[in-house]
């Protein structure tokens, strides 16, 4: 079951593409990381910490929802 996975060759031009690819997107994950930690401590300040604890739990289970139908389909 456990198989190794082959290493990709790839020339310098590609590796260095691949490369800022990859800084760029992680780069865009931890901006909006950010801005998501900051939208949740002023959406708690405004509706309160339990209120956002239940619209997160009601939009975790919407998601949910979403991906079974789609499975489904």
């Not at 708690?44 to 079974?68: C, F, S």
Request: include cysteine; glycine fraction near 2%; hydrophobic fraction near 45%.
């Amino acid at each position: 079951m456990n198989r190794v996975s082959p290493m990709l060759r790839l020339n310098p031009q590609a590796a260095g593409a691949l490369q800022q690819q990859c800084s760029k997107a992680t780069t865009e994950l931890q901006e909006l990381t950010r801005f998501r930690k900051e939208f949740d401590l002023q959406l708690a300040e405004l509706i309160g910490k339990d209120a956002l604890r239940k619209l997160h739990k009601a939009t975790h289970n919407a998601l949910l929802l979403a991906d079974l139908v789609k499975e489904a389909a």
